[in-house]
C-alpha cells in the first residue's frame, strides 16, 4: 500500500520555519525531527532512505494501516 499526503504551501513554510527557529535555538532534536519530517512529507524521501541517513530503524516510523484503509491514518515518529 502506498500512501501519499501533500502538503499546502503554508504547513510547508510554517515548517521550514519552525525549523529555523530551531536551528537558532540550537534545539537539535527538534532539528533531527522537523528535517525528517520535511524530508518524508515534502521531498517525499523514502523511509528506508532517511532510516539510512539518520541511523533509525524502519520501525521508527509507524503507520497504522488498519486506519488507512478506513481514512483514518495515523503517521508517528519516535523520539529519537
Do not use: C, E
Request: charged share 20%; proline share 2%.
Amino acid at each position: 500500500m502506498h500512501i501519499r499526503i501533500q502538503l499546502s504551501n503554508p504547513t510547508v513554510k510554517a515548517l521550514h520555519s519552525r525549523l529555523q527557529q530551531a536551528y537558532r535555538q540550537d534545539n537539535v532534536r527538534l532539528v533531527r525531527r522537523l528535517t525528517v519530517l520535511i524530508d518524508l512529507l515534502v521531498y517525499h524521501t523514502s523511509v528506508d532512505a532517511l532510516a539510512q541517513r539518520w541511523g533509525l530503524s524502519s520501525s521508527t516510523f509507524q503507520f497504522g494501516s488498519d486506519k488507512a484503509r478506513s481514512g483514518q491514518a495515523r503517521f508517528l515518529i519516535a523520539p529519537v
